[in-house]
């Protein structure tokens, strides 16, 4: 297989060649790209075709290869990381033994964790965002995913699906065009097999794109009619009002035919958001720009005088439930910071602390 199809380029290449140099005693280093993580293995695609791989005791725990700059990653790969492996062909199998740098990740807060950011997919193009047609569907939702789609530097588009359970599909497309603003939006229906073509004009030869949404949505339906299979499992309709239950349990990647690549994930129950980026600054531009206009630099806009973000949803120039989601996200990013911040001065205090301690052992030895 030609590893261009699955998106291997320059900026990759020059990092394997690094990592080659900084492994001279392994001799079948080869690069791939994850499809899929599983508890123990990875699967892989590769030159030869699919592999399954450990991934290296050291990687995994945190120990990077002597050699290698120090903002390589280390710990488990994401699914759309490209890995180098030490090749055993004759079981075919191998370790991985290090992570190539990600151009970008699409990541969140972990569900339920206070700081702990989840990787959902890595070196992606496309961001497709998936909604529903029916009475489910949350703008707010969708937009707290284009936050982390502008945050990860991929291209977010907004896929209503299900438009055969919509009177008025294009009433909700101009709606959700409004509050999308310069973000493409597709109106499809996949059980119809109808509008796919528009989803097509985001990807191009070579490139990956990945599908979150809520769960329900039918990201699997709209994967299996890219694939042009049934290889992934959809939900019956039933399970699904039957609250949590989700069909997906983990992220795949997928090379189609026709040399794209697409990733299916899991609904989350949760979207929490994790701060890297201006994400937020670039999905409510126009909130910040009103916010420049205030008479007041911190004004909060909670009924202050002069406050054109107040006076621009009285004049219906801006819609308060946007409004109150971008407050919402920034509230919820801020908390996060102080936590994180919170977090790193915690681990640096305990790690001078045990150079301390391991000084002091090192002093009683040498007494000794
Ligand atoms: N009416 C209608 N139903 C659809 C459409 N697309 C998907 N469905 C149905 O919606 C249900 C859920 O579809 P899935 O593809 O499993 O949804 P999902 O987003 O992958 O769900 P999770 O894997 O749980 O995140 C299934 O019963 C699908 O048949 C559509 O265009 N119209
Ligand atoms: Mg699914
Ligand atoms: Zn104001």
């Known amino acids: 297989m030609d590893l261009s199809i699955l998106g291997w380029d320059d900026h990759f290449e020059q990092n394997f060649r690094l990592l080659v140099s900084a492994l001279p005693e392994n001799k079948n280093i080869l690069p791939g790209r994850v499809a899929a993580v599983h508890l123990s293995l990875v699967r892989v695609l590769t030159k030869m075709g699919e592999l399954e791989l450990a991934v ?3 990687l995994r725990d945190g120990i990077l290869t002597e050699g290698l700059p120090e903002e390589w990653l280390t710990g488990i790969p994401a699914v759309g990381d490209w890995v180098a492996f030490d090749h055993d062909p004759a ?16 990541t969140r807060n972990r569900a339920g964790a206070l700081t702990d950011q989840q990787t959902m997919a890595a070196n992606i193009d496309t961001v497709f965002i998936v909604g529903a047609l029916n009475d489910e569907l949350n703008f707010s939702r969708l937009e707290r995913y284009l936050v982390s789609a502008r945050n990860c530097g991929a291209s977010p588009v907004i896929v209503l ?23 493409p939006v597709a109106v499809i229906s996949a059980v119809l097999d109808q509008g796919m073509e528009r989803l097509w004009k985001y ?58 690549m697409v990733i299916d994930t899991p609904g989350l129950r949760e979207m929490q958001l994790w701060d890297g980026g201006d994400g937020l600054s670039q ?27 107040k006076e621009a949803m009285k004049s219906g120039g801006l819609e308060p439930s946007r409004y109150k989601n971008y407050q919402k996200m920034h509230r919820e990013l801020a908390a996060h910071k102080k936590r994180q911040a919170m977090k790193e001065k915690i681990t640096e205090h305990r790690s001078s602390q045990k150079k301390v301690r391991s000084g002091q052992r090192r002093e009683t030895l040498d007494e000794e």
Do not use: M, W
């Not at 299900?162 to 909700?172: N, T, V």
């Not at 329900?216 to 019956?236: F, M, P, Q, W, Y």
């Open 56 to 58: 290296s005791g050291k």
């Open 91 to 106: 079981n075919r199998s191998g370790t991985i033994k290090a992570i190539l740098p990600r151009k970008n990740c699409l």
């Open 161 to 183: 699906n299900k438009a055969d359970l919509c009177l008025d599909p294009a009433e909700k497309q101009r709606e959700a065009e409004k509050a999308a603003r310069e973000i």
């Open 203 to 260: 990807l191009p030869e070579g490139r990956t794109c990945v599908f979150v949404g809520s769960s329900g949505v039918g990201k699997s339906t709209i994967v299996n009619r890219l694939t042009g299979t049934d290889t992934l499992a959809t939900g019956e309709l039933s399970a699904y009002k039957d609250k949590g239950r989700h069909i997906t349990s983990s992220r795949n990647l997928f090379l189609l035919p026709n040399k794209r």
């Open 283 to 309: 999905t409510f531009d126009d909130i910040e720009e009103l916010a420049r206009a205030c008479r007041f630099k911190d004004c909060r806009h909670e009924g202050e005088p002069g406050c054109a973000v």
